[in-house]
DNA sequence: TTCCGTAGTTCGGAAATTCGGAACTGTTGA
DNA sequence: TCAACAGTTCCGAATTTCCGAACTACGGAA
């Protein structure tokens, strides 16, 4: 298995983020990971509630969201840790993934975390 | 040609904003029509400074840009006047597109309108 | 009225991207 | 050593994007 890449904070480019956060189950996922308190599995984040996504996509999904910035994700054991980078981020791009969440928030029934 | 279409400010969903100006294109277009006084003809925003982008990719964009909800589009007389639905989206979304164009307006060497 | 120029749209096919099943890798526990 | 599990990679099918050429819409000149 390759190395992970990630982005060191000055290489974070908008344009990515926005892409990465432009499809609706990525959004999903990292809503959650944001509101979830320990860092989330990959399996962990599959259930979309209408829909399990296919672990080649999760996979992919999870790749985007690492090399745009917006995740780190770490190998422990047999399973993958992932975090959000919201606190770096946010230092790069001020209010930016928090309103992006809040938007998403506001939109209904959805964001119903565990 | 078929009429413009402008989804209603309720309507307008936070994907379709990101995934609009996760372009790098759109999202320099987008930029400039924010920044400049009038409302902005398509010809006018089609001139990047490294490229000059082709009049009908130049054409889906803006549609790219409306039926996200970014923009509002009129023809006036031979030519189409665009702007911007800041002030309506800041009410849905609060925040969002100052954070989007204040994280891109970071980027190095960017933002030079005239 | 017809004709011309300008501004932008639509069409259609080539090129690039995304999706997801099947096979694979790396790790742990028995 | 083996089996099971979590996730990755591969690769072909389906979808999307790109952009040149043809087209439409409007306004002005004659």
Request: glycine share 8%; charged share 25%; aromatic share 6%.
């Amino acid at each position: 298995m390759r190395p992970l890449f990630h982005p060191a904070l000055e290489d974070i480019k908008p344009e990515a983020i926005l892409y990465a956060l432009s499809d609706p189950e990525r959004l999903a996922i990292y809503a959650k990971l944001a509101g979830a308190s320990g860092g989330g599995t990959c399996s962990a984040l599959a259930d979309l509630g209408d829909r399990v996504i296919p672990k080649s996509s999760l996979s992919n999904h999870f790749k985007v969201l690492r090399e745009s910035g917006l995740i780190r994700s770490e190998r422990q054991g047999v399973e993958m840790r992932n975090q959000t980078r919201c606190t770096e981020l946010d230092e790069r791009f001020p209010g930016l993934i928090r309103a992006i969440l809040t938007a998403y928030g506001q939109l209904p029934g959805q964001l119903k975390t565990d």
